[in-house]
Each structure stands twice: as structure tokens, then as C-alpha cells.
């Protein structure tokens, strides 16, 4: 495995993970409000731990990777925020009128584009095709800038989430270290009480009690095996009733488990340092905390100790000082956050059963509306969008745009009637610039599949197996099996057919259907899932086990479940039989890759009807009369099988 391999994959990750957490906080932005708006509208009707719990949903929809489709989704009504999409935009591919001028003048305008009977090995002709982006286009159209910004925000995040990381650790430490120089044991007393308020919470864990000069107010402290320090003049201020109201708090907590949702808010905080609204939400998370731990403390005691509870609040806020540090749980507050805790004590009221019940039940419903994905996204819509043929404009949404943003997209014009041709592909996404190369075959009857065994293993590299087969062009083609995510292959996967005979097939008799790459004896590609047997009955000629279906007969494919950023090969076909290969450029600064949607939307803009993913990845390559086009991540792999151009 090469280090620029693995520093390229890292870098891809660390940028997926960016988008992740840019997405998350986004989503963020939109729940707080709505929490809020919610807790205003209920007030005192629900329990004071409803008011705490509610938080929870932003908590879960901040670690959650994926969020489900579901009908009820407050994101079926607002701008596609459900998975990580990347900003790819409807534009008119512009006519290269030199190229086809020229090609016109050797070939006569009414050449057919199809069934070409013999080859001349023609020079390369390179056109660009650029899919730019409009927030990051220059003045020519271009992306010049996108990449760059991509990486200085990536840089920005790392260094503050680092660089607060490390702060944080290294208070944690240091205040660790202090507390364990000066601290003691609880005397017996306070150990004795103590040992009261767990059996009353019935909490059976021994948790140490430590008294230490480092802290001026009562507090857990810990993200795992919390311990609860106390003041070393505690004993000598308060009265033995308040220290049982004070440890009776704080075991709450315990029990409760706070002490991991603390951690949890904290990591969260280092991870989305940029974010004010979100610390401001956590703030209030943090108060409702406190309050709802009060009001389960106070449902513990007769009503006429309900006064005195108050009263060792503000007891305490006079002689303690409230220290926030990174894994303390305090019982102490000041300002208008013990002003609230001692209104809500002042007039505490058990909830009823059905009060409660009632606030289970909207927790429920507010996680099926707050915690799911739209199931209208642009992925969805882009579904039900066909591809009416290849010679007129087609209407479609992208992924990343909004709902309401449709435009006509024109069919590619390739400039050229030569049976083989070369693209060049630029394009933009979320992470930065991609590159790459699109090989056009006119003749569908030229392409072929070309398998690569000896004694049962893969031996050779996609220019390998073309030179071998004498073929002009290639790609990669079939599934694989590697030794490591980052290949060469080591077996084959799926079955591999050439001239309609089954070279391989690792599936079982009766094995379901697997994805397909196949060209028939009439050289229509087939796509999606189906057997052997069934492709037998097509009259495949030519197939291998491949990757997603990206269109199916006009159809573009759902892809918003997958969010990865990679070098990518595919195969497509146009309506008029023209066969269309691409590979696209990944983990390298100047191209980290492309999406699955980038990919189906490069295929929709040359007019491809059928299209699906080849097995790309570490084993992208493309050859193009003798030599490899495109940049594999770290050279050129063995692979299982091929798609080659044949003459």
C-alpha cells in the first residue's frame, strides 16, 4: 500500500467527515428553534423532565449518520437537508463548433453514428466538458477557487476542533492531577449520609466521595466512573439536612447518567466549535438538566421540605462559587438560573399519570418528525424523472439543489462521428474539483469483456489484458474480491461472460439476482439486477457482476443513501447504442473524487439511458490507444475483468 494511497484516503475521509459535521449543524440551526418554540408553547403543562429530555433529539440527530425516510419529517416541508449532497447544478453543454466543423468536413454531416463496420485508429480528439458549480465559477464559467476554499474551511475546522480538543483534554488532565494531590477520603459522617441517599435512590454502585480543596461547590466528576468531590469547609458551612439535600442531587445525577450526556455535549461542543447557536442550545440543555434533576429530587421528599431544598440552593450560592470545568456535574447555579430554580421549587406540583403520558407520547412523535429524513428529497425526485431520448433536452433535479430550482439539460454533443473518442471531464462538488476521462465507442458491437485468470486468481492489470486482446481501448470492469480496501484483486466476484459463454461464476445454483453490467448480442447494455439465467434469455453476449445501477431505461436511480467521495468507473449507453466509459480521478488534492451522483448526472448530461458503476476505487483505469488515461490512485492494479474496445 503506497503512503500517497493512504494519505489520499485519509484526506477523503477527513473531508466526508467535515461535511458530515458542516450538515449536522446546519440541522441544528433548524431544531433548536423549533425545541424552543415547542417548550414556550407547552410551558408548565408537561413534566420539567419532559423539558429535558426534548433535548435529546437534537443530541441523537447530531451523532446520527443517516436519518430514515419518513412520511411525517419536518425535511419533507424544508430545503434538502437529509444527506450529505454536493453542488452540482442544471447547465447547456456548450457546442465545440471547431471540433465538429472538422470532423463534419471529413465525414459529411449525415455519417451514421452507429454500427460502424471498420476502424482507422483515429488521432485523440480531447473535449472538455465542465460541470462547475455557480458559487464557486470564475468569470470564464470554470471552478477556480472552490477547491481552495474547500480545503482552507477543512483546515479552519481541523485547527479549532483540534486546538480545542487539546485545551479540553489537558483542563481535564490538569484539574485531575490537582484534585488527586490534595484530596481525602469523606469523614464518616458524610459517608454515612451519603450511604442514606443511595439506598433511598436505591443505586448500589460504591461511588468514592472526595474531599478536596480544588473545588468550591459539590459536583460529579467524570465522563465514565464519576466521583463526587466536595469543598473541604463544606461540612463546617452547611447543616447535616442540607448535605443529604445536596448528595440526594447529585445522585440523581448518577442515576440518571448525566455525567455521559455531559461528555457526549462536550465532545460535541469541541466538534462543532463554530456553531454559537448550537453552545447557546446546550447552555439551555444544561439548565433544564439541572431543573428537571431538582424536580425529581423534590418528588422524593414530603411537601413541607420542599422550602428547605430552596433554601440550601441560595444557602449555597452564597458560600460556594460555581467552577465550570470540563466533567463536573455541580449542584450550584447563580443569577437568573437560580432565580428559576427556586421559582420552580416555589411551585412544584407532581405530574399527573396522564400528563406523563402525554409527554411520552410527544417525545415519540417529535423524534419520528425531528430525527427521519424527507422521503421527497431531490434523490427521490430525480427517479421520476426520465430521460424522454437522447437527441432531445430532458428536465431534471439534482442533488444539492432546491426543490423548486428545474432546468433543461441538452444532451452532451461528443463534436465528433469517430467510432472512438476521448473526454476529458471536469467537475465540482462539496469537497473540490474532480477530473477525469470519458471514452465514447460508437459501435456497441466493439465492446467486449475481457477476463483476467490464472490458476483461479487475477493476473493481470486492465493495459495488460487490452494488449493482450489486441483492443484500442479499456476499463475496468467486474466485481472483486481484495485482500485489503484498497485492492489489487485477489479472486473474482460474480460471474464473467465473453462471446455469450460463462467464464466465471462463483454464484450458487438458484442464487438471486446481482447487479450487472451486460451488453446483449443487439449491443444494448443491461443494467440492475438479474440472474444468469435471466441475461442468458436476453441474449447477453458480453456481462460481468458490477456496481449500482445508476439509470435504468431512462430512469435515474435513487442514490441519496450513499455519500461517498472515490475514484469511480462506469459504464452508460446512449438511446442510439453509443457506449459510454468513464473513469473519474480520486484521492489526490487535484481531484479527491466523485460522488455516485456526480457520476449519474455526468451519464444524464451526455444523454445515457442505462448506466451503472463498474468496480472502481483503488482499481480505476482507463486505456486509450496504448497508454493509461486517467491517474489510478496509487498506479495501475491487477483487476478481474475488463470492458476493452476492440477494433
Request: hydrophobic share 45%; with cysteine; net charge positive.
Amino acid at each position: 500500500m503506497g503512503v500517497g494511497r493512504k494519505n489520499g484516503d485519509l484526506l477523503s475521509l477527513i473531508f466526508a467527515l467535515f461535511h458530515w459535521v458542516l450538515l449536522s449543524s446546519l440541522i441544528a440551526c433548524l431544531i433548536i428553534p423549533m425545541i424552543l418554540l415547542l417548550k414556550w408553547a407547552v410551558k408548565d403543562k408537561l413534566s420539567y423532565s419532559w423539558h429535558y429530555f426534548i433535548w435529546f433529539i437534537l443530541l441523537v440527530r447530531l451523532v446520527l449518520p443517516v436519518a430514515p425516510g419518513c412520511r411525517l419529517s419536518i425535511f419533507n416541508i424544508v430545503p434538502d437537508f437529509n444527506y450529505p449532497k454536493h453542488l452540482i447544478y442544471n447547465l447547456q453543454i456548450p457546442y465545440e463548433r471547431g471540433i465538429t466543423n472538422q470532423t463534419e468536413a471529413a465525414t459529411g454531416p449525415s455519417a451514421p453514428p452507429a454500427k460502424i463496420q471498420s476502424y482507422t485508429p483515429p488521432n485523440v480528439s480531447h473535449i472538455l466538458h465542465t460541470y462547475p458549480s455557480p458559487t464557486v465559477a470564475g468569470p470564464g464559467g470554470e471552478p477556480n477557487w472552490g477547491q481552495d476554499v474547500g480545503f482552507l474551511a477543512l483546515l479552519i475546522w481541523l485547527t479549532g476542533t483540534v486546538g480545542f480538543g487539546i485545551r479540553i483534554l489537558w483542563l481535564y488532565w490538569r484539574w485531575s492531577r490537582k484534585i488527586r494531590s490534595t484530596a481525602r477520603e469523606a469523614g464518616k459522617s458524610e459517608r454515612l449520609i451519603f450511604d442514606q441517599c443511595r439506598s433511598i435512590l436505591n443505586i448500589r454502585t460504591d461511588i468514592a466521595v472526595i474531599v478536596t480543596a480544588e473545588v468550591r461547590t459539590p459536583g460529579l466528576f467524570g465522563f465514565f466512573r464519576p466521583v463526587l468531590l466536595l469543598p473541604h469547609d463544606l461540612s463546617t458551612q452547611i447543616s447535616s439536612s442540607e448535605l443529604r439535600q445536596i448528595f440526594l442531587h447529585e445522585l440523581t445525577h448518577y442515576q440518571r447518567k448525566d455525567f455521559i450526556v455531559n461528555g457526549l455535549v462536550v465532545a460535541l461542543k469541541v466538534i462543532h466549535w463554530f456553531n454559537p447557536l448550537l453552545w447557546y442550545g446546550f447552555n439551555l440543555m444544561r439548565q433544564d438538566c439541572e431543573i428537571a434533576c431538582d424536580a425529581r429530587v423534590l418528588s422524593r421528599m414530603n411537601p413541607e421540605e420542599h422550602l428547605n431544598y430552596g433554601y440550601m440552593l441560595i444557602h449555597l450560592a452564597r458560600i460556594a462559587k460555581s467552577r465550570r470545568s470540563p466533567g463536573i456535574i455541580g449542584i450550584t447555579a447563580k443569577g437568573s438560573m437560580i432565580k428559576r430554580r427556586i421559582l420552580m421549587i416555589s411551585s412544584f406540583r407532581k405530574k399527573s399519570t396522564r400528563s406523563i403520558a402525554i409527554g411520552t407520547v410527544s417525545l415519540i412523535l417529535l423524534a419520528a418528525i425531528m430525527l427521519t429524513g424527507a422521503t421527497n428529497s431531490a434523490a427521490a425526485k430525480v427517479t421520476r424523472n426520465k430521460v424522454r431520448n437522447s437527441g432531445q433536452a430532458f428536465s431534471d433535479r439534482y442533488a444539492g439543489q432546491n426543490a423548486s430550482h428545474r432546468g433543461q439539460v441538452k444532451k452532451a454533443n461528443t463534436g465528433t462521428t469517430s467510432p472512438l473518442s476521448l473526454l476529458d471531464i471536469q467537475g465540482q462538488n462539496f469537497v473540490g474539483k474532480f477530473t477525469g476521462k470519458m471514452m465514447v465507442v460508437l459501435d456497441p458491437s466493439k465492446v467486449e469483456v475481457g477476463f483476467s485468470s490464472r490458476n483461479s486468481r487475477p493476473d493481470k492489470t486492465t493495459s495488460q489484458l487490452a494488449k493482450e486482446y489486441k483492443a484500442v481501448g479499456a476499463i475496468n470492469g467486474g466485481a472483486s474480491v481484495t485482500d485489503s480496501v484498497f485492492g489489487p484483486a485477489v479472486s473474482t466476484a460474480g460471474f464473467v461472460m465473453s462471446h455469450a459463454k460463462i467464464l466465471f461464476n462463483s454464484m450458487k445454483e438458484g442464487a438471486g439476482a446481482q447487479d450487472v453490467a451486460a451488453l446483449t448480442d443487439e449491443g444494448k447494455l443491461v443494467v440492475g439486477k438479474h440472474t444468469v439465467g435471466e441475461l442468458k434469455k436476453m441474449g447477453v453476449k458480453e456481462g460481468v457482476t458490477a456496481g449500482l445501477p445508476l439509470i435504468i431505461n431512462g430512469v435515474s436511480q435513487d442514490l441519496s443513501r450513499y455519500a461517498g467521495i472515490n475514484s469511480q468507473t462506469a459504464i452508460g449507453q446512449e438511446a442510439n447504442g453509443t457506449v459510454l466509459l468513464l473513469a473519474i480521478n480520486g484521492r489526490s488534492k487535484e481531484s479527491m473524487g466523485a460522488t455516485l451522483n456526480d457520476v449519474q448526472n455526468i451519464f444524464l448530461k451526455h444523454g445515457a439511458v442505462n448506466a451503472a458503476l463498474l468496480d472502481g476505487g483503488s482499481l480505476s483505469t482507463m486505456y486509450y490507444q496504448g497508454a493509461i488515461v486517467n491517474r489510478p490512485p496509487d498506479g495501475e492494479q491487477i483487476v478481474s475483468s475488463a470492458f476493452l474496445v476492440m477494433p
